[in-house]
């Protein structure tokens, strides 16, 4: 569904992605580990439109989309999860998911997917005319997840959906994001830095070390290696 071929991307005069490849299979979950400043988050935003590559091409469903502007992408169903959940603070729950579906004009369909967001989020349905600012972390990450299904998405990315948010409700918003994943038939691009909690929901994962892919395999065997249990998974 999605392939990257030798992508690199700069911020100025640094670069932070080198000839970065890989590719999301349909319906399959992927998710890309490193550590800070590896180019996970720049992947994504590349992917989106926020950023424009130096070189390479981003193909999603036989479709060149390098370069091509964030509402478009959103258009065909490529949506994103942004790292710190970027929730509109002022506004209501309900408001939050409204403006995730604001390219949609089917209200009968808007109101079945904010139901469907209420069936996975149940805490959502609670909190609905309550300002998204006052919610917990874990509560805002829910709504964050929620407001991207609101836009229909076929692919969806989500970038670091457990940083800042309690054990118990990581646990239970990385069961749901499965659940959405198996239910609805969403691919889903996954940055995480809880490696062993990505690797346990993907199919497949990619390493990233400063730019660059240094290792791709099936998430068992990425799990097994010894070098990626040293780096990544605590031992």
């Given at each position: 569904?999605?392939?990257?071929?030798?992508?690199?991307v700069?911020?100025?005069?640094?670069?932070?992605?080198?000839e970065?490849s890989l590719?999301?299979e349909?319906?399959s979950?992927?998710t890309?580990i490193?550590?800070?400043?590896?180019?996970?988050s720049?992947?994504?935003r590349t992917?989106?439109?926020l950023l424009?590559?130096?070189?390479?091409?981003i193909?999603?469903?036989?479709?060149?989309?390098?370069?091509?502007?964030?509402?478009?992408?959103?258009?065909r169903?490529?949506?994103?999860?942004p790292?710190?959940?970027?929730?509109f603070a002022?506004?209501?729950?309900?408001?939050?998911?409204?403006?995730?579906?604001?390219?949609q004009?089917?209200?009968?369909?808007?109101r079945?997917?904010?139901?469907?967001?209420?069936?996975v989020f149940?805490?959502?349905?609670?909190?609905?005319?309550?300002?998204?600012?006052?919610l917990?972390?874990?509560?805002?990450?829910?709504?964050?997840?929620?407001r991207?299904?609101?836009?229909?998405?076929?692919?969806?990315m989500?970038?670091?959906?457990?940083?800042?948010?309690?054990?118990l409700?990581?646990?239970?918003?990385?069961?749901?994001?499965?659940?959405i994943?198996?239910?609805?038939?969403?691919?889903?691009?996954l940055?995480?830095?809880?490696a062993?909690?990505?690797l346990?929901?993907a199919?497949?994962?990619?390493?990233?070390?400063?730019?660059r892919?240094?290792?791709?395999?099936?998430?068992?065997?990425?799990r097994?290696?010894?070098?990626?249990?040293?780096?990544?998974?605590?031992?």
């Open positions: 569904m999605l392939k990257i071929e030798n992508l690199a700069s911020y100025g005069a640094i670069r932070a992605l080198h970065v590719t999301v349909q319906g979950i992927v890309l490193g550590s800070n400043g590896a180019g996970k720049t992947t994504l992917v989106s439109g424009r590559p130096d070189s390479g091409t193909t999603w469903n036989g479709e060149r989309i390098d370069g091509l502007a964030p509402h478009k992408g959103v258009a169903g490529l949506c994103q999860v790292e710190g959940r970027m929730v002022n506004l209501t729950v309900r408001e939050n998911l409204a403006m995730g579906a604001y390219l004009h089917d209200h009968a369909a808007v079945r997917e904010r139901d469907y967001v209420f069936s149940p805490r959502l349905a609670e909190r609905e005319k309550q300002q998204a600012g006052t917990s972390g874990g509560e805002q990450q829910m709504l964050a997840i929620g991207a299904l609101m836009g229909q998405p076929k692919f969806l989500l970038d670091e959906p457990s940083l800042g948010i309690a054990p409700l990581v646990k239970s918003i990385f069961a749901q994001i499965v659940e994943n198996r239910s609805r038939g969403i691919t889903m691009l940055v995480e830095q809880n062993n909690l990505a346990e929901i199919t497949h994962g990619y390493v990233l070390e400063t730019g892919i240094i290792l791709h395999d099936r998430s068992a065997a990425l097994a290696d010894p070098k990626v249990r040293s780096a990544y998974l605590g031992g």
